[in-house]
């Protein structure tokens, strides 16, 4: 596995929780939003480091050790969606005293998969946390999470990794190739899409050819042939889909001038407004239930490329 050290240590979200704690200004509770969960993840873990360990993460300490073996005493992790009987547990574990006399730490990698109930329970003691906890909240889709919770939180941004920073990473551990390259720039700065393209074979050759149906396809005879290129099972078509979306969120970074926009997505980022990008995102999202139905996969590829085709009609 890549060691995310040397690309996250001086990320801008540690940037501002390292201030934070050496000027003694520690918020209640920290946001932290970005679309990469392997990467937030390792972010949130380095808070946790920063916050109980007196040198701010030194790994030769107890606390730091504890951490590392987890078995900290007064610091939890939650990976999976809570429910009501969750937050209620969680909260009854605020009120008791810290074991080693320090913070106590609540870290939820996912907020966003916390049910509504849940998080209106867990608003509260948010609002009004006592003395000595911190809470760290990752955010993948903040339209899933409670405007009121989030405003009671300290936000932080993770935006990704800068391309080159990327590029030398994947050739270290994969060797200088058109794929290790093709995967930096595709990746949008997220590490942990980066590393999954990197190490599939077939990632590059389906990206190109989804950025140049994408930048080519004008008329609805295109579509038959393109769809029998395809393999027309319920997995590769998931896959589709999956790097379809992949190459519609590259065009929208790029858009936004985020990135530099390599692989071909400058050249057809001007064909796609963002009513255009919108509309295509609904469009995978929908092409993903009616395959997670059970219709038929050349049912489901049809939908994809004639909408694809008429949204770009519409939006030119």
């Known amino acids: 596995m890549m060691d995310y050290s040397p690309?996250?240590?001086?990320?801008?979200?540690l940037e501002i929780f390292r201030?934070?704690?050496?000027?003694?200004?520690?918020?209640?509770?920290?946001?932290?939003?970005?679309?990469?969960?392997?990467?937030?993840?390792?972010i949130l873990r380095e808070m946790v480091r920063i916050a109980v360990c007196e040198k701010g993460g030194c790994g030769e300490c107890s606390a730091c050790r504890e951490l590392e073996g987890g078995v900290h005493p007064d610091v939890r992790f939650y990976d999976d969606r809570l429910d009501v009987h969750d937050v209620n547990e969680l909260i009854e574990d605020c009120a008791r005293y810290s074991v080693e006399g320090g913070l106590k730490v609540y870290v939820i990698f996912q907020l966003d998969k916390t049910l509504a109930p849940a998080q209106n329970k867990l608003l509260k003691t948010v609002e009004e946390p006592p003395e000595g906890v911190l809470f760290l909240f990752g955010i993948i889709k903040p339209a899933a999470v409670a405007e009121?919770?989030?405003?009671?939180?300290?936000?932080?941004?993770?935006t990704g990794v800068e391309?080159?920073?990327?590029?030398?990473?994947?050739t270290e551990a994969y060797g200088e190739n058109d794929n290790s390259l093709r995967a930096a720039a595709y990746a949008g700065g997220n590490i942990s899409r980066a590393l999954k393209f990197a190490a599939d074979d077939e990632f590059a050759m389906?990206?190109?050819?989804?950025?140049?149906?994408?930048?080519?396809?004008?008329k609805s005879s295109a579509v038959p042939g393109e769809?029998?290129?395809?393999?027309?099972?319920?997995?590769?078509?998931?896959r589709y889909l999956d790097?379809?979306?992949?190459?519609?969120?590259?065009?929208?970074?790029?858009?936004?001038?985020?990135?530099r926009g390599g692989g071909g997505i400058a050249h057809i980022a001007q064909g796609f407004s963002y009513a255009a990008l919108g509309q295509c995102e609904y469009l995978v999202n929908d092409c993903r239930k009616r395959l997670e139905s059970n219709c038929a996969p050349s049912a489901v590829l049809d939908t994809l490329l004639f909408g694809i085709l008429e949204v770009k009609y519409k939006c030119r």
């Open 206 to 218: 389906e990206a190109d050819n989804i950025i140049s149906l994408l930048g080519s396809m004008q």
């Open 243 to 259: 790097v379809t979306e992949i190459v519609l969120d590259m065009i929208a970074k790029y858009k936004r001038g985020l990135t």
């Open 148 to 158: 009121t919770l989030k405003s009671r939180c300290k936000k932080l941004y993770y």
């Open 7 to 13: 690309l996250l240590s001086d990320c801008k979200p």
């Open 163 to 170: 391309q080159s920073v990327l590029e030398k990473a994947l």
């Open 227 to 238: 769809a029998a290129r395809l393999k027309q099972d319920k997995e590769h078509v998931a």
């Open 19 to 42: 201030k934070d704690k050496s000027e003694g200004e520690l918020s209640h509770a920290y946001a932290l939003f970005g679309d990469d969960p392997a990467a937030m993840e390792w």
